[in-house]
């Protein structure tokens, strides 16, 4: 098959490539750094074409609600759009645990994103994974400074080379809505880990878990995040992991 992955320069979408790339696929990378901008649409006709599945894995870093929101329908209307003309016949996007119990902003758009892509015109598969374990080390490193700031979160973790592979495996299959979702194998205090990362990997900091405001808040820290029902389970522990990073 051919697929293209959008953000398939990011944490998530490097390892989507080489998963498919491994399972025998052509893969097509689509990023701005490779010259195709999602909200605008620039380079996405070229980059589509001969395609037969997509896998979204793009993604805004910010802390506005609206900006996620507004970046995440744009993508998937855009993406969706440019689908329909090349023919591509399988939409896969991953998304996150818990979304629809966390009132969070970017939650909510991820949320939206889910629903404007199933309601789409080309067949659509959302995979909700947790957190990556990937994402402690993300936490430590985002801001530069001493002090790392960390939600109170109860989470359960799982590799993203593991989410990866299944996205892979979904993009292979017929489209199925929504997939069963996929953690890791333990519920964690997110502040532990990255504590672990900053102690065993570093950058060496201080970590400062602090409760997210309001209803949000509450979710996160009462295990709003973690799978509600059986799904899918990693088997990489975050410890192992953690072991492996260079
Ligand atoms: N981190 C977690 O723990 C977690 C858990 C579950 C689900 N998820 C979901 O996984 C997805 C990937 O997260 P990540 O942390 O791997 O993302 P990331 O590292 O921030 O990567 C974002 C990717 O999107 C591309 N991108 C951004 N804006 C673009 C634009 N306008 N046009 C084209 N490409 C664009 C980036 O490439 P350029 O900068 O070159 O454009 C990059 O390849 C997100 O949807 C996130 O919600 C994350």
Do not use: C
């Not at 998963?19 to 620039?42: Q, Y």
């Not at 659509?124 to 080390?137: D, I, K, M, P, Y």
């Amino acid at each position: 098959m051919r697929v293209a992955v959008a953000g398939g320069t990011g944490w998530l979408g490097k390892l989507v490539v080489t998963a498919a790339t491994d399972a025998g696929h052509e893969v097509v990378v689509i990023s701005r750094a490779r010259g195709v901008d999602l909200t605008t649409g620039t380079g996405l006709d070229e980059a589509l074409r001969g395609v037969d599945v997509v896998i979204d894995v793009s993604n805004i870093e910010t802390v506005s609600g609206a900006k996620a929101a507004a970046f995440f329908e744009t993508v998937t209307r855009n993406l969706q759009a440019a689908e329909v003309r090349a023919g591509v016949k399988h939409h896969v996007l991953v998304s996150i645990i818990g979304i629809d119990r966390v009132e969070w902003g970017y939650y909510q758009a991820k949320l939206n994103q889910e629903k404007v892509a199933l309601a789409g015109p080309v067949p659509t598969t959302v995979l909700r994974a947790a957190q990556f374990h990937e994402f402690a080390l993300q936490s430590l490193t985002r801001f530069g400074g001493p002090v790392a700031l960390v939600p109170a979160m109860l989470s359960q973790p799982v590799a993203a080379r593991e989410v990866a592979v299944e996205l892979v495996r979904l993009a292979e299959g017929e489209p199925r809505g929504q997939a069963p979702e996929l953690a890791g194998p333990e519920p964690l205090q997110m502040a532990d880990l990255v504590r672990k990362v900053a102690r065993q990997h570093g950058p060496r900091k201080w970590v400062l878990s602090f409760p997210l405001p309001g209803k949000a808040g509450k979710a996160m820290k009462s295990g709003g995040a973690l799978p509600a029902g059986p799904g899918l389970r990693g088997t990489q522990t975050f410890d192992e992991w953690l072991a492996n990073l260079r």
